[in-house]
């Protein structure tokens, strides 16, 4: 950082790339070059992931022992050297190397080493900035000017007390800078003004905050704290000096619907950030009518508790459900989030509470019995262990409604061999505590589930012929075969396997039993190819012998042919972050 500074202070973090107009917007593409650092920190700090820098190596995620905790220690170090000035960690370093040179050393020598160099005390540098993962987050308060001089008080939102730079500031030049130690609350302090328009903490990020949004104030006008609206196309990094939007055209399809063009509208940075909005608007050229959808989320951090994060949302969506219906979906929630101490372990366990509220338009086309409108109560635990070689996962689910209420449980196991073979396993359960109902909709489906609460993005989901009836979720039953009975509305058992046969093509097998009332329980199974293309994303699934017998044989094969694809982007970055966070 130190090099770039004397030798490329103008340089950016892309290059040449940030001289071309095209990119001129993006806060991204036209960072300082030394100001990628510390995002690098702040990334794993908004995921609540980052860990102490006085960590053994062998507790440390994959990016933090990479890339983050490397950056923040460099940044550390600066940190320090600032505030004591005169290049003290600097010289001292060297010294220490020299005086060190022949013998084995730890952190504590090199403590002992710097506090000689200087009378300030800097235990809160080992003690917190080094030893713990405590956030660091100032902001001002109670800020009043004269003409000559400027007062404020500083709230600390974290309650971890380090020294802070304080930075005067006039047309983007640095008329005064000065280093605080806010110990006590409510304390005033005061300088000289020196024609500062605007005061800022921590102004060239010197020290690694966890929030630098709420950092200055404005020294003149009307609106102290407003900060102009940019708008940001596609995403971007977080600008503490504008409130962004991000904007980016998008196109939905459904049968229904058709092509959906629109716009979206959000706020999701790379960082992470404690509120967030997405806003889609669409507008359905089939049905030639505004559709689309929208959800706003919280999240509350806990940095030492395994409940590490809460997220409360609401989320709507309206689209159509059959060619001449369309559905609203209203769906308030809270998740709750549970790890480990040992971050490295990839277990998650996630609690789910949520009450979805569908209404349905009337259609002459999709007809069922069922109520148009109805309300169901979801409560769901999940238990998670993702490794390179094995997965294992165990869901458990309540819901409950006026018409009905059931309780099921999902277990998938993965196993990756040496040999590249993989054996896939699945074991689904699930029962009616009560069903009032005299439909199949809100039963336990063997292949193609119904749906009830709008979770899945189904090309077509009141479809019973075309290629859109074709397509295939693993959920509840997990068949791939057409079978009869297909519903359940008593209770259901299946399970589902798969194994490698060459590279991505898999023999898959499913056996069950399925229970409707005043009907003995039936035996049915099926059989098969996998082309396992891209797991969950692009899959298909070819019947060959079944609870109707040899399905290769009979007619109209290729209406029996099933398929996995996935449209959604969002979901394949999963696929490149999966084994760094």
Not at 473 to 488: C, H, M, Q, R, V
Request: include cysteine; charged fraction near 20%.
């Amino acid at each position: 950082m130190k090099y770039i500074d004397e030798y490329y202070p103008e340089c950016k973090m892309t290059g040449r790339i940030s001289t071309f107009k095209l990119f001129k917007g993006f806060h991204l593409l036209n960072l300082d070059f030394n100001e990628q650092y510390s995002y690098f920190y702040l990334l794993m700090a908004r995921k609540n992931l980052d860990q102490p820098l006085g960590a053994p190596k062998n507790t440390l995620i994959k990016f933090n022992e990479q890339i983050a905790s490397k950056y923040r220690a460099g940044l550390s170090l600066i940190y320090l050297d600032n505030y004591l000035g005169n290049n003290i960690v600097s010289n001292s370093i060297q010294e220490f190397n020299v005086l060190n040179s022949q013998k084995t050393c730890g952190a504590n020598d090199f403590e002992t080493f710097i506090k000689s160099k200087t009378t300030k005390d800097i235990d809160w540098f080992f003690e917190t900035i080094i030893d713990s993962r405590e956030i660091i987050d100032y902001k001002f308060s109670n800020v009043t000017k004269t003409k000559d001089t400027v007062s404020f008080s500083m709230k600390n939102r974290t309650n971890t007390v380090v020294p802070i730079p304080i930075y005067g500031i006039k047309n983007d030049t640095i008329v005064f800078k000065k280093w605080i130690n806010p110990q006590k609350k409510d304390s005033i302090y005061s300088f000289e003004r020196n024609q500062a328009s605007k005061i800022i903490i921590n102004y060239k990020n010197e020290v690694p905050e966890f929030n630098l949004r709420n950092n200055w104030k404005k020294l003149e006008g009307l609106f102290p704290n407003n900060r102009p609206i940019k708008f940001a196309f596609v995403k971007d990094l977080e600008n503490p000096n504008f409130n962004q939007i991000i904007y980016a055209p998008i196109m939905t399809y459904n049968v229904y619907d058709g092509l959906s063009p629109g716009m979206r509208f959000h706020n999701k940075a790379i960082l992470n950030r404690p509120f967030v909005y997405d806003i889609n608007p669409t507008y359905s050229i089939k049905s030639e009518s505004l559709t689309g959808s929208a959800i706003f989320i919280f999240n509350q951090n806990f940095r030492d508790k395994n409940l590490f994060q809460i997220r409360y949302s609401i989320s709507g969506n309206y689209f159509h459900y059959a060619p001449d219906a369309a559905y609203l979906k209203i769906n308030p929630m809270v998740l709750m989030q549970i790890r480990n101490d040992d971050f490295r372990d990839n277990r998650k366990q996630l609690v789910l509470f949520r009450q979805v509220i569908i209404n349905r338009e009337q259609s002459e086309i999709v007809v069922d019995s069922s109520l148009q409108d109805y309300s169901v109560f979801n409560a769901r635990y999940i238990n998670s262990r993702t490794e390179l070689s094995n997965h294992i996962s165990f869901v458990g689910d309540i819901q409950f409604s006026g018409e009905f209420g059931k309780i099921s449980t999902e277990t998938q196991y993965r196993k990756l061999f040496e040999d590249n073979r993989q054996l896939n396993l699945r074991l689904f359960a699930g029962a009616f505590t009560y069903n009032n109902s005299n439909s199949d909709f809100y039963s336990f489906a063997l292949d193609r589930p119904t749906d009830y609460l709008f979770d899945y993005a189904y090309l077509g989901r009141s479809s019973g012929s075309g290629i859109v009836s074709q397509e295939f979720i693993l959920a509840e039953g997990g068949f791939k075969s057409k079978l009869t009975p297909a519903y359940a509305n008593q209770w259901i058992t299946t399970i589902n396997g798969s194994f490698s046969i060459w590279n991505w093509i898999e023999a898959y097998g499913d056996i069950g039993f399925v229970k409707n009332t005043n009907l003995k329980e039936q035996f049915l199974f099926d059989s098969g190819i996998r082309l396992n293309l891209l797991t969950d994303y692009f899959e298909l699934f070819f019947p060959i012998y079944s609870s109707k017998g040899w399905e290769i044989s009979q007619p109209n094969y290729n209406e029996k042919i099933r398929f996995v694809v996935t449209l959604n982007p969002d979901k394949f970055i999963q696929l490149f972050t999966r084994k760094w966070f």
